[in-house]
């Protein structure tokens, strides 16, 4: 008995002893995934939703946010901090949490390496650090992550090749993304040994090599997505074989070769095809009117060829793509296909353009889907009319038809598409008036009816499209003026294009409401008259092209404020005075035609004016001075760089200026003698006058700066100026009034000229009365030159 209780005794200590040796385990356990969490809590250094703020002794770890622990061992299971928007570096600690099942970091930016420690975490079976920053290679001690089922590196800055052992070893991998990173090389052929894979996709790398045959052995792939990569070769035929594949998608590589006559019995569950941007080739296999769930059908941008089959079985298909290939025999039996689309309830665009497809559009166009939206058929062969069938298609968006051979008018019905967005007819035949009830599709963003044979005035409803941002109706035989209306549009800020009409009549002011507009084309047309100077307001104009026109007068100098300009074309035109020195300051321009104008006087030097190739000023025969490279004649009076008038002509200045001095006490004499006779009322003329303000003289004068100083003498200073809206030009002399007698002086200078008759002197216009003195203000006489000699 004895015994017994000592053995019982015995074994009562020694299940003491494993009870607290795994007790012990179990909380060294817990103290290892403790510890990680703090080591990343350390190297988190932005943390905007305060999510590492649990993290701390106050809680139990397994109660910290974002972590999840088993209820049996209390270990971390799961990690998930995704779309926290935290930063930081994913440290080599993680690989102690030998629990971790899922490690979900998403939409973070962990930068750095990740750490190949990683590789620890052999019953990690998630695996998501897409849209982080991490860099360096991939890790190959991934490879030993054998349960791992899901393996997301989307969306970060990886180099270097994809590990060969990857293939080899994660026997388990149901999906691998890799998009968006910088890896380079070729596909491993390994990955012909995932065969759990059901996803693979390695979108915009730069990946090269072709695409292993190995992957038409996986027999549960259903999604493969290989895009702008440098992908070369033919696809491998036992992709087109996989049963089970829906989404197919390998655009912008450099494949070659052409689609199995049989792809529409081999590929049952096709659903998304994306071929676009290779280089395939041959026929359009007939069978794929059997792919019966297809709904994207993309290949555009290769070289296919032949005619369009049958589409009638597709009941599912939504978009169909193949612009820019050789489709199409050049027969008019090239559309025989449209007809099957009738049927496809479900079918949204359709995308033929730059083909070689003839024919017409089918009047019964109507009767397509509700659901159809978009049509392009631009750079083919169609003839024929625009269907009035248009209209029954009430959500049409997009219309392009340019560059066909279409004729006749453009239906009136038209107007009844209350969503077209974009209508696009430029380069056909198109005759007759634009309908005006265009103005009534409020929604359009653009219209290009360019190059056609439209005749008639432009509809002055357009203004009603006020979310228009192109306009185009260029190379037509429109007539007429421009409407207001159409230049009240805001939106316009792509383009504006009237060239190559017969426009006649000005340029309205309404033109300053175009602020967001970065193209205006008005050119070769017969409009006239002066350029506005709201033209101004269009404040990020880059091109502006008004040549072969009949617009004249002086370039307004408001246009100073069009800054970001790049290209000006005022050539053939005739446009008169200085060419403004503003245009030197304008660091955009690349180009400025100022040819075939009457422009005089001196050319700036600097900004454009110094490159011969981007200013051309040409057909302008009083031009003078400028860059030794535009090879004008010197001018007979140079200015310095301040604008200032050379020495010589001062000097002629003053000594025309004393000369009218000695005639002016002369001729004051006379006046003495002859005041007394004067009748009282003779005095009212000066009422006559204008009345200027000291603002209007000082802005008229740009501040009274040194570049419009004409002269000076012994009681002021004489300056050049523009007053008001007729942009009159006339000089305005500056009293010094702490000058002794400058201001009997100007009374006397006044009561001569108002007296006097000579075609040197000019007729007086008004004065105007600041606190600093008085300013006298004359028109100058259209025949004025600086060497004429009078006084002002």
């Known amino acids: 008995m004895k015994s017994l209780n000592v053995f019982l005794c015995l074994m009562f200590s020694c299940l003491l002893c494993v009870l607290s040796v795994a007790a012990s385990s179990r909380l060294a356990g817990n103290e290892t995934d403790r510890l990680a969490l703090l080591s990343i809590k350390a190297q988190i250094t932005y943390d905007p939703f305060g999510v ?8 139990h770890h397994c109660s910290w946010q974002g972590v999840t622990c088993s209820s049996r061992h209390e270990r971390v299971t799961v990690l998930d901090l995704s779309s926290k928007q935290v930063v930081g570096t994913l440290i080599p600690q993680i ?47 991934l490879s030993n992550c054998s349960r791992l089922m899901y393996l997301d590196l989307d969306g970060n800055s990886l180099t270097g090749k994809i590990p060969v052992e990857i293939g080899l070893s994660l026997r388990n991998l149901q999906v691998l993304f890799l998009r968006s990173n910088n890896l380079t090389g070729e596909l491993p052929y390994s990955l012909g040994n995932l065969s759990s894979l059901v996803a693979l996709a390695a979108v915009e790398n730069r990946l090269e090599g072709s695409i292993p045959y190995s992957l038409g052995q996986l027999t549960n792939l259903s999604y493969i997505s290989l895009g702008g990569n440098m992908l070369s070769g033919s696809i491998p035929l036992p992709i087109f074989n996989l049963s089970s594949l829906y989404h197919l998608a390998a655009p912008v590589n450099q494949l070659k070769g052409s689609l199995p006559t049989n792809i529409g019995s081999t590929l049952p569950s096709l659903r998304i095809v994306f071929l676009f941007s290779n280089l395939l080739s041959g026929l359009l296999p007939s069978s794929i009117s059997n792919l019966t769930n297809l709904e994207i059908f993309s290949l555009s941008r290769n070289q296919l060829s032949g005619k369009i089959p049958s589409l009638e079985n597709l009941r599912n298909l939504q978009g169909l793509a193949m612009h820019f290939n050789n489709l199409g025999t050049g027969r008019e039996d090239d559309m025989d296909f449209f007809s099957s689309l009738v049927n496809i309830t479900s079918f949204k665009e359709l995308s033929l353009s730059v083909n070689n497809i003839a024919g017409q559009l089918p009047k019964n166009i109507g009767n397509l889907s509700t659901n159809f939206r978009s049509i392009g058929f631009a ?6 009319r625009i269907p009035d069938g248009f209209v029954d298609l009430i959500n049409m968006e997009v219309v392009s038809l340019e560059y066909n051979q279409l004729t006749e008018e453009i239906p009136v019905s038209l107007g009844k598409l209350q969503k077209l967005k974009y209508f696009y007819v430029n380069g056909n035949k198109l005759s007759g008036e634009i309908p005006s009830s265009i103005g009534n599709i409020t929604s359009l963003y653009g219209l290009n009816l360019a190059q056609n044979n439209l005749k008639g005035t432009i509809p002055s409803v357009l203004g009603n499209c006020q979310l228009l941002q192109m306009l185009y109706l260029s190379q037509n035989r429109l007539n007429g003026t421009i409407p207001k209306g159409v230049l009240s ?22 033109v300053g409401s175009l602020v967001n507009l970065g193209y205006l084309d008005i050119s070769e047309n017969k409009l006239s008259g002066k350029l506005p100077s709201t033209l101004s307001s269009c404040i990020k104009l880059e091109n502006l092209h008004i040549q072969g026109n009949m617009f004249e007068g002086v370039i307004p100098s408001s246009l100073s404020s069009l800054r970001g300009m790049e290209y000006l074309d005022f050539s053939r035109n005739n446009f008169s005075g200085l060419i403004p020195k503003y245009f030197e300051t304008f ?26 190739s981007a200013a051309i000023i040409s057909g302008n025969r009083n031009l003078c001075g400028g860059s030794s490279t535009l090879k004008l004649p010197q001018c007979k009076f140079p200015t310095s760089k301040k604008g200032r008038l050379s020495s010589t002509l001062k000097i002629i200045i003053s000594v025309a200026s004393g000369f ?8 004051l004499l006379i006046l003495c003698f002859s005041k007394r006779k004067r009748s009282p009322s003779s005095d009212s003329a000066d009422d006559s006058f204008l009345k200027i303000s000291y603002g209007e003289l000082l802005k008229a004068t740009d501040g009274f700066s040194s570049d419009n100083l004409i002269g000076k003498g012994g009681f002021g200073s004489v300056y050049k100026g523009i007053i ?3 942009e009159k030009t006339v000089a305005i002399k500056v009293l010094d009034l702490l000058h002794r007698g400058a201001l009997k002086s100007f009374i006397a ?15 007086s216009l008004s004065e105007s009365k600041h606190r600093n003195g008085y300013c006298f203000r004359a028109r100058l006489s259209s025949s004025w030159k600086p060497n004429t000699n009078c006084s002002l």
């Open 489 to 510: 549009i805001s939106s316009l800020a792509i383009q504006l294009d009237l060239s190559g009409n017969q426009l006649s009549g000005s340029l309205p002011l309404e």
């Open 724 to 726: 008001g809206p007729d």
């Open 587 to 612: 660091i955009s321009l690349k180009s400025l035609n100022l040819s075939f104008n009457n422009f005089e006087g001196e050319v700036p030097q600097e900004g454009v004016f110094s490159n011969a």
């Open 52 to 59: 590492i703020n649990s993290w701390n002794d106050s809680f």
């Open 95 to 141: 690989g102690n949490m030998s629990f971790l099942r899922e490690l979900i970091l998403q939409n973070n930016t962990f930068n750095s390496e990740i750490p190949h420690e990683i590789g620890r975490l052999f019953r990690l079976k998630n695996l998501v650090l897409k849209d982080n920053s991490f860099t360096g290679e991939m890790p190959v001690e």
């Open 749 to 763: 200078e006044c009561e001569v000229l108002k007296n006097l008759r000579h075609r040197n002197l000019v007729k």
């Open 379 to 384: 750079r083919n062969k169609l003839f024929g």
């Open 660 to 667: 009218f001095g000695v005639t002016l006490v002369l001729v």
